[in-house]
């Protein structure tokens, strides 16, 4: 069995999900929000063993806590190679966005790509490449649970005002990848409440405008 704990992290409460096959007990983070203490227990608490953390794209309040979980959990970061430029802006946009700095983001060294897997005991996650939001935007698949960061939420989809987005690549992207999943997948977004494909299909009017 697949489990999921939701921990909503960092300065503008992102969604991070811990994925864990029960069987196995190995595991997988998408997004790691934050660095406090307390999330870093909660995930040494679960008991697992942690294979990877997957960034669903590059801002700063999807990654703030990556080097603290490489030197916790001896664990490697994959990002999409196009949203370095996100990475290496992350202590500024902090400073924007919730005023104030940290330090450049050392640890992440491995690069994820459109259809690479990743597995965790008998389940395979795949990445599903939707810039937009972002040049290197990724989401993740694993049996009907979409894991689509800033790609998608319930009613609405990613902001493209800030560097590198592009509305019309996101909605495309949307579209013709997102929405051919099967309309009962479940998806949980970056922020927010989860919702599933035929949800949005139906009722996102961003997307159907």
Do not use: W
Not at 56 to 83: A, N
Not at 145 to 170: A, H, M, N, Y
């Amino acid at each position: 069995m697949l489990s999921i704990k939701t921990f909503v992290e960092g300065p503008i409460d992102a969604n991070n999900y811990l994925l864990t096959d029960e069987d196995s007990r190995e595991a997988v983070l998408i997004d790691c929000s934050s660095s406090r203490d307390e999330f870093v227990n909660s995930i040494k608490d679960a008991n697992v063993t942690l294979k990877y953390i997957l960034l669903t794209h590059g801002h700063f309040d999807h990654l703030l806590g990556v080097d603290k979980f490489k030197k916790e959990f001896c664990v490697e970061t994959y990002v999409s190679k196009d949203d370095m430029t996100q990475v290496e802006l992350a202590p500024q946009m902090l400073g924007i966005f919730a005023g104030s700095m940290t330090e450049d983001i050392k640890s992440i060294k491995n690069f994820v790509s459109d259809g690479d897997e990743f597995k965790i005991g008998n389940y395979t996650i795949k990445a599903i490449s939707t810039p937009g939001h972002t040049r290197g935007g990724m989401c993740y698949l694993v049996d009907n649970k979409l894991f689509s960061g800033d790609t998608l939420f319930q009613g609405s989809v990613g902001r493209c005002d800030l560097p590198e987005g592009d509305l019309q690549s996101l909605i495309s992207g949307i579209k013709n990848k997102i929405f051919s999943l099967p309309e009962n997948t479940e998806v949980f977004p970056g922020h927010g409440a989860k919702t599933t494909i035929g949800y949005e299909k139906k009722y996102n009017e961003i997307i159907n405008y």
